[in-house]
């Protein structure tokens, strides 16, 4: 049983050693001490392809097989947790990941293409994320303004949206965007008024085309973001979406971004998809059957 005299005296040795460090009994610093900002920045790539491994039998070999792949092996432990450099890269790249999934549009973009800009059914980015069938779905609102501003049966419908990643549409679309509208135009095919979505998902193509009614439409959508990596945009495409139409219907040119499927092959790339689309009037699946089909 510790006694009060025991206390007091352990209370007095714990002041007196806080005294000795500067700080008084009530916990406020004596000395304020200068805290040095100047911190290393461990998102560096010189943090991220290091190893944190202790006591490594073979160094070269590690080395050698962490250059083989961007995913965080070789980070070592300090017990059952990770050790704190890994640990401090992984929240910084998550925190790229929540920005990347937040983040609204930069207007001046949508203006630089004169892209107008409408919203689905999910009424705000935490919806969105929990209700992926709202961002199916055009709203009332942005059926009508459809209705009013876009020309209807284009051969080609494209339209952007956020998606899952904002700034991989800020990433792109001033390198990819051209690329299609003179691609489009240089193969004589009619494009239909291009605008923004905001909170759209692939399925919208269906909803969209019941206002269009186009031959191919084609979003522009950001990915989902990778741990550090948001500037990673698809372009989903299909033949003629129908209400009932599914991802089997469709094709996707994914990756697409500097470091991945270059903004502007990507582009030409979009243009030959819908070019084999409209000669055989089909998309997804339907189109590879009949390829595979003529090329027996
Ligand atoms: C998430 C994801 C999935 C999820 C989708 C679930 C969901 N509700 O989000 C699941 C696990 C179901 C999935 C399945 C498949 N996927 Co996937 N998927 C992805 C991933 C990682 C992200 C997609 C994304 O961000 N979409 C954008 C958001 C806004 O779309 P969304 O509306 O929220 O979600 C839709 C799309 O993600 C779409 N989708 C997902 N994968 C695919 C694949 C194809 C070919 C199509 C047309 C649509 C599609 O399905 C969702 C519902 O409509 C990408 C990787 C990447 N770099 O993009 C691969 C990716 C798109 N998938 C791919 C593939 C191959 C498939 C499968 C065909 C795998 C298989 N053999 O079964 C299936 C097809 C499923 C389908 N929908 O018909 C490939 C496509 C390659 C290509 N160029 O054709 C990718 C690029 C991965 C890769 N690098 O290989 N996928």
């Known amino acids: 049983m510790i006694t009060q005299q025991q206390i007091e005296s352990i209370i007095d040795a714990v002041v007196a050693e806080l005294k000795r460090q500067g700080i008084d009994g009530r916990g406020v610093q004596l000395n304020t001490p200068t805290i040095n900002l100047d911190l290393p920045d461990i998102t560096a790539s010189e943090y991220r392809t290091r190893s944190y491994v202790e006591n490594v039998r073979k160094p070269d070999v590690l ?38 999934l937040f983040k609204e549009i930069d207007p001046t973009l949508l203006q630089q293409f004169n892209l107008f800009e409408v919203q689905t059914q999910a009424s705000n980015r935490q919806e969105y994320l929990l209700r992926p069938d709202l961002g199916r779905k055009l709203s009332d609102a942005a059926r009508k303004t459809l209705q009013e501003k876009c020309i209807k049966q284009p051969d080609v419908q494209v339209y952007v949206s956020d998606g899952l990643s904002a700034a991989a549409i800020e990433h792109n679309l001033r390198d990819i965007f051209p690329v299609i509208q003179q691609g489009l135009a240089q193969a004589g095919l009619k494009m239909g008024t291009p605008f923004y979505v905001k909170y759209g998902r692939v399925g919208l193509l269906n909803d969209v085309n019941s206002v269009v009614d186009a031959k191919v439409v084609v979003t522009l959508i950001g990915e989902r973001p990778g741990l550090g990596r948001a500037e990673a945009m ?35 790339y979009v243009v030959e998809y819908i070019k084999r689309m409209l000669k055989h009037q089909a998309s997804g699946i339907k189109l590879k059957l009949m390829e595979q089909e003529q090329n027996k």
């Open 234 to 268: 698809s372009a989903y495409m299909g033949y003629k979406p129908q209400p009932d139409s599914t991802d089997a219907d469709r094709d996707v040119v994914c990756n697409i971004f500097n470091g991945g499927t270059n903004p502007l092959e990507a582009g030409a």
């Open 63 to 100: 080395r050698a097989l962490m250059q083989t792949t961007p995913a965080r092996i070789g980070i070592g432990h300090a017990g059952p947790r990770y050790r704190n450099i890994p640990q401090f890269i992984f929240w910084a790249d998550h925190a790229v990941t929540q920005d990347a």
